[in-house]
């Protein structure tokens, strides 16, 4: 009587499968790397856009501000808010294709954990808001001198930035069931936090409860946070910046790990 063979079993792996997170990572990467012209240069150009109207249509007649020229106030703002809207695309546009597509299996099926897929997503969207933010400050030097004054606050709140957006971007792919919802989420949600954060102006010279209430939205303080590494100045606390940015990534950090453990609207 032979012996009935034993199916193969699936591979574990103590601790993180590094392996698998640097192949879902890649496969992020490449896929807006593909189609770069999109991905990073168009963002570039839009960017360049805002320093034409803002800057070189508009010179002469728009006051310093924090004891800065106008262009190199506007700059750094202008440069973030790229790099957040770029994070949040990343993730989001890829957990709806996979969803849409029905290739959510090529990393449901891999021994991929909450965590993993947590990690794997948000770098990948990371690099992208980099990459386009690092693009966007080569090509803005020509408009606006940027010198920086503060590495840590430079890179603490750029990272942060695309992180947070990134994990935010995880959220509306999984939530959105087609590409309205995601484009929804995108003009009622993350551009007016963003254009209401200070990006072109002064907080401190909205009336109130307007001035008040943008102390409250997380993208002031990235803005506000990102542009002091250029020009000292700041309009909130950094110490506030630097901790609440830092909540907020754990805190979505482990909402991500929660939806992906629970398979929401990605095994129903």
Known sequence: ??????????????GINWIGVRTLYLREVRRFWKVGAQTVAAPVVTTLLYMLVFVVALKGSRPPLAGVP??????????????LNNAFANASSSLIQAKIMGTATDFLTPPLSPLELTIGFSLGA?????????????????????????????????LSACLLMGMVGVFAGLWSEKFDHLAAVQNFVVMPMTFLSGAFYLVERLPQPFTAISHFNPFFYLIDGFRSGFIVHSEGSLAIGVAMTGALTVLLAVACWAVFRSGWRLKS
Do not use: K, S
Not at 1 to 14: E, K, L, S, V, W
């Open 1 to 14: 009587m032979t012996d009935i063979a034993t199916p193969p079993q699936p591979r574990r792996y103590d």
């Open 126 to 158: 990371a690099t992208r808001g980099l990459a386009v933010g690092l693009v966007t400050a080569v090509c803005v030097l020509p408009f606006a001198p940027l010198h920086v004054a503060n590495l840590f606050a430079i890179v603490w709140f750029g």
């Open 70 to 83: 106008f262009a190199e106030f506007v700059a750094p703002g202008l440069i973030m808010m790229a790099m």
